[in-house]
């Protein structure tokens, strides 16, 4: 098969390495990719959102298959446009992968179909959230509704928090249209946990449990990011929980979406709270997590590229999806100033050194070639993943190779993992 794959970060570059190791795979194409992309697969110099330009190559280049990392393309249309030229693709159209671009449809939607989530309400005004705030009490947590790369969540403690996120997201309108509406969500305690599906409108798939580190400081300090770092399994959700959370939260919504005339093909993410509760919905995601893909691919046992066309054709022809015994950990290297300003253009050392390990693979994210020199080119600069045969392992493998890699203000957090061994905890 001749394959595309949408996006240019660490997560693609794991989808990339995934396929490549694929019997039905022939040819592999990544738009736009990046450097550590162009050693598995043929990259071409389209961006992730020009999808009329996609979809053109798509079809000029007779691709049999076309995969979607990052939301963006989806909630622009990127599947409509595609189904509409009869172009196979794996991911939800642009109605389904509202669930992702709208918090505010993601929680009406749970509250309709009666998934377990925090209670909110819907603020169009600073009074309103205001008065939101008042009714759910402190602390909470205010989300623009639209997409805003992970940076629209503010979990806010006191009254001069509050006021501050309500200024960003109100008076300097950081988020644009994307923060017209907010939720504010009554704040949940507990353990975080992701659980990703793989659907086909109909049937799920569950990949393996991960969980990833959204702070940018040890310790969950500090500012909300893409995603410092993660792990596979999550140590914190036992399989039977995670049988809860297939059947109280993923098949709903499979079957809420369908009955509402959006139904949900592609990678399903759900974001979770582990509470004394039981598990609560934090959020969806309508793709594979970055940098959850990159732990979660690298124990999956099974060839995913069958799965992906069966998803696309809607009828997966398979029950289960197999992943390694080992334990999977993904660090990931930020550049200075990450996520806010992130400092550009500094030159990467050792990054053969820390893929030579053994069971150690290092996928690029905001990197470029500048003639032979490996510079830094993005906020999350590379990912440093490895397999071993515990949690324990598989996190000092991953240590030890990212001690490899270095270049001025390079950042990643030491404690990746460590809770979750602290407390003993294994799936
Ligand atoms: N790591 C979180 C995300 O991909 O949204």
Redesign the pocket.
Known sequence: MRVLVVGGGG?EHSICWKLRQSKELSELFCAPGNPGIAEVADCVPIAADEIGKLADFSSDLKIDLTIVGPEMPLTLGIVDEFDRRGLAIFGPRQAAAELEGSKVFAKEFMERHKIPTAEFEVAHTAAEARKAIKKLGLPIVLKADGLAA?KGVFIVKDQQEAAAALDVLFEERRFGSSGDRVVVERCLAGEEV?LIAMCDGQHILPLATCK?Y?RIGDGDQGTNT??MG?HSPSGVLSAHEAAEVIERVLRPVVEGMTQEGRIFRGFL?A?LMLTGDGPKVLEF?V?L????AQSLLLRMSDDLLPVLRQGAAGRFETARLDFRREASVCIVLAAAGYPDAPVLGDQIFGVEDAAARPGTVVFHAGTELEGEKLLTAGGRVLNVCALGASLREALRAAYQAAAEIRWNGQTYRRDIGRRVLESGGAD
Do not use: V
Request: net charge neutral.
């Open positions: 997560r992970g992701s990833d959204r893409g995603g993660a993410y974001g995601n793709r997590g970055d940098p959850e």
